[in-house]
């Protein structure tokens, strides 16, 4: 029986590799561009100090409005309330230094849309419960160049939670972009 004369087996790897070089050529390596920096904001005046916040003025944490923001997987996020100083953004970008102790830690990779934004809800309250001013969140990235959904509802939720002063991507050591670091507003006692 005659194997037809373009069938692996009579192939000469030699040759394939030189017309598998023909035929990239003039192809360019791809570059990845980094996506745009946007800067998040929350359009609605919040009440300035914790002990005016009652479940009854807490502004109801919207789906749609964090479904919104469309953020992509390699999306760095930035968001910080009116009045938050540049130094307090600097120092919340670089994270822990690390002879400091590990940040508290939530991380919602496993949940679906609709636990994880239970948990996260109830994680900022024992954070402001327990004292704490920053943390760190793990939401994953998703596909680098789709819209992740747990990236996006879980920063658009932290943008409307009146506790939330800041947010910005972490640094690689905690997860990068695929995590934020959370500045919370002091519980007054």
């Given at each position: 029986?005659?194997?037809?004369?373009?069938?692996?087996?009579?192939?000469?790897?030699?040759?394939?590799?030189?017309?598998?070089?023909?035929?990239?050529?003039?192809?360019?390596?791809?570059?990845?561009?980094?996506?745009?920096?946007?800067?998040?904001?929350?359009?609605?005046?919040?009440?300035?100090?914790?002990?005016?916040?009652?479940?009854?003025?807490?502004p109801?944490?919207?789906?749609?409005?964090?479904?919104?923001?469309?953020?992509?997987?390699?999306?760095?996020?930035?968001?910080?309330?009116?009045?938050?100083?540049?130094?307090?953004?600097?120092?919340?970008?670089?994270?822990?230094?690390?002879?400091?102790?590990?940040?508290?830690?939530?991380?919602?990779?496993?949940?679906?849309?609709?636990?994880?934004?239970?948990?996260?809800?109830?994680?900022?309250?024992?954070?402001?419960a327990?004292?704490?001013t920053?943390?760190?969140?793990?939401?994953?990235?998703?596909?680098?160049?789709?819209?992740?959904?747990?990236?996006?509802?879980a920063?658009?939720?932290?943008?409307?939670?009146?506790?939330?002063?800041?947010?910005?991507?972490?640094?690689?050591?905690?997860?990068?972009?695929?995590?934020?670091?959370?500045?919370?507003?002091?519980?007054?006692?």
């Open positions: 029986m005659l194997t037809p004369p373009d069938h692996p087996q009579d192939r000469d790897p030699e040759d394939d590799h030189a017309l598998f070089l023909a035929a990239v050529r003039d192809v360019d390596a791809w570059e990845p561009q980094p996506l745009p920096l946007r800067t998040l904001s929350i359009r609605q005046r919040l009440p300035r100090r914790c002990e005016e916040f009652t479940a009854a003025s807490l109801p944490i919207s789906d749609t409005q964090a479904a919104a923001l469309a953020l992509m997987g390699e999306e760095e996020v930035r968001f910080h309330r009116p009045g938050i100083s540049q130094r307090h953004l600097r120092q919340l970008a670089k994270g822990p230094h690390p002879g400091q102790p590990p940040l508290p830690y939530l991380d919602l990779h496993g949940l679906r849309l609709d636990a994880a934004r239970s948990v996260l809800l109830q994680w900022v309250d024992q954070l402001q327990q004292g704490h920053q943390a760190l969140l793990i939401h994953g990235k998703g596909h680098p160049q789709r819209t992740a959904p747990m990236k996006t509802h920063t658009g939720w932290l943008m409307q939670h009146p506790a939330i002063l800041a947010l910005c991507s972490a640094q690689p050591r905690h997860g990068g972009r695929g995590a934020l670091y959370v500045l919370l507003r002091r519980r007054d006692h």
